[in-house]
């Protein structure tokens, strides 16, 4: 009962423990559910919408999943991320179904338990955006490619099924990955003959028929408008890490994968060496498989790592194959009865004492900012939003900080036991999921989210009656607000003194949603009075002037 019990358990903990516990993020998760929930409103699930304005960020595939949650579960946090939960989950079954296939069932049963216990994956499960969802299809698309690669060449329309689906998800991405995964292996391997193996007109025939329907309709519906926003801007230009500022170096997502795959990350190094020098098998050996897992590892971290615009969230797509490889090389560990080598066991106490450390530190240094409007590090000024939340949060960095700690020196103390280092490790991503979804995210909702909400909640009778609300001056954005109140047509954002004044003009009920911070123009052609606050958050009744 237990082996079948334990990775329910891990994967309720990791991707669905807390998903509604704090109200949706900004910037990403409240522009995608906004979408969503404007699909569910005005019944146009042709082109998504934030506001009034078209929105081709993404596909809309993510959108769709997410607008088919809230039919069923209504307009919630949870049900604008039980989509990226879901993938998550479905993402872990699909590695255990290939293991599964491969007769390697406690290889299956170890990976089902590693990746929905990654931190990485735990926080992308419980957010509304696309990266699970996308990582859900790549895996699929990788499954079919090893699969028709060293056996049966049906599988490459898997293979296509999933490129479609990813497309759908994020893009040309969805594509480009796997088909450059591809290409780049029959060139390493000089195996030209394998392009004559693909059926290449059913498998393109499955991915235009999964893709070309939206793009030529939404296309149609909106002209040059899509070709610029969505060809042009978030394609091309999010690549080159043009606008969006999210520009980093080359060498960001090898630290992150040691944080956000730990403890498992520290098995990696060695394991993913001994698959990738398997390259030359022959296809039917079970030893060009992994190599294969490995390499689309490689592809994924070489291709954003190459990209100029990085997010945490980009590199996802490799960690069910590093989850596989972690179960190879625990399973190996696990047979011939040897302990961890040196080196993986001071790679994880390592990371996990520099985590320790920085969650210290934050933990401490919020723990003196109590109470206070303004502190200074290092001789700089720390600006008063970040000293608040540091000191809110401060609790919370303290527990993590001594979960990390405690880790180490368990997985220290039972290293040469890898049935303990894993039971450690599993014990360990439980209680960092228990952690942040019984504390982290409803800490961080109290200080930073509830409060916007529940004034722009408070905004929604007046909606009703037809009132208009403006956003005013929110830096950085807060779209979120928007999923909160609906009406897409009388909620406007702006942020220059004479765009509110203009918005003002001609309505006659109108409430402004601002930050008590923020100082409003003093020549607006109606009297401010401060209905209700909350927060860092204020709400303004614009009463006609006497003038």
């Known amino acids: ?105 406690r290889i299956g049963w170890l990976a089902l338990l590693v990746y929905p216990l990654c931190p990485l994956t735990m926080g992308l499960a419980r957010q509304a955006i ?31 099924a999933g490129a479609g689906l990813a497309t759908m998800t994020k893009g040309l991405i969805g594509l480009l990955l796997p088909g450059g995964a591809l290409l780049l292996w029959t060139l390493l391997r000089r195996d030209w003959a394998e392009w004559k193996r693909i059926p290449w007109l059913p498998a393109i025939g499955v991915y235009l028929l999964i893709v070309l329907p939206w793009h030529l309709a939404v296309w149609q519906a909106a002209g040059d408008l899509f070709v610029r926003e969505y060809i042009v801007r978030h394609h091309i230009q999010r690549f080159l890490g043009k606008e969006f500022g999210h520009v980093a170096p080359f060498w960001f997502y090898i630290p992150l994968l040691l944080v956000d795959m730990y403890p498992w990350s520290a098995f990696v190094p060695i394991i993913g060496w001994q698959a990738l020098s398997g390259w030359r098998c022959e296809k039917e050996k079970l030893c060009c498989a992994w190599a294969m897992w490995a390499f689309w590892a490689v592809v994924v971290v070489l291709f954003f790592s190459l990209s100029r615009s990085k997010l945490p969230g980009y590199v996802l797509p490799a960690v069910p194959a590093l989850c596989l490889l972690v179960a190879v090389r625990l399973h190996s560990l696990w047979t011939v009865k040897n302990g961890l080598r040196p080196g993986e066991a001071g790679l994880m106490g390592f990371t996990g004492l520099i985590l320790s450390a920085a969650f210290a530190l934050v933990g401490v240094l919020g723990w003196q900012w109590q109470g206070s409007q303004t502190a200074t590090l290092a001789g700089k000024q720390i600006p008063a939003d970040v000293v608040g939340a540091v000191a809110h949060m401060a609790p919370f960095a303290l527990m993590l900080s001594a979960l990390f700690l405690l880790s180490v020196l368990f997985l220290f103390a039972r290293w040469s036991s890898t049935p303990r280092v894993v039971g450690t490790g599993v014990l360990f991503g439980l209680l960092f999921a228990f952690l942040v979804g019984h504390d982290g995210l409803p800490r961080w909702d109290s200080y930073d989210i509830a409060p916007l909400h529940r004034l722009a909640q408070s905004l929604a009778p007046e909606l009703d009656r037809g009132a208009h609300v403006l956003v005013y001056a929110f830096e950085p954005s807060r779209p979120s607000v928007r999923f909160i109140m609906g009406h897409p047509a009388q909620v406007v954002e702006m942020g220059e003194p004479h765009q509110l004044q203009e918005a003002i003009q001609g309505k006659t009920r109108v409430y402004i949603l601002a930050e008590t911070r923020t100082e409003m123009p003093s020549d607006l052609p109606c009297n401010l009075v401060r209905e209700r606050e909350d927060g860092r958050w204020v709400i303004y009744r614009c009463e006609p002037s006497a003038r």
């Open 130 to 160: 696309m990266d699970s969802l996308l990582t859900l299809w790549l895996t699929l698309a990788i499954f079919g490619w090893i699969e028709g690669y060293t056996g049966d060449r049906r599988w490459y329309l898997l293979m296509a």
């Open 1 to 105: 009962m237990l082996p079948v019990a334990l990775p329910l358990v891990a994967i309720g903990m990791g991707c669905f423990f807390g998903i509604g516990a704090a109200g949706l993020f900004d910037l990403d998760e409240g522009l995608y559910a906004t979408a969503a929930r404007q699909m569910v409103e005005s019944g146009d699930w042709l082109v998504p919408r934030v506001g009034t304005d078209a929105f081709f960020d993404k596909p809309p595939l993510t959108y769709w999943a997410q607008a088919l949650s809230m039919k069923v579960f209504g307009f919630t946090p949870l049900a604008a991320r039980l989509p990226s939960a879901l993938a998550g989950a479905l993402t872990a079954w699909l590695i255990w179904q290939w293991a599964k296939r491969r007769e390697l069932e």
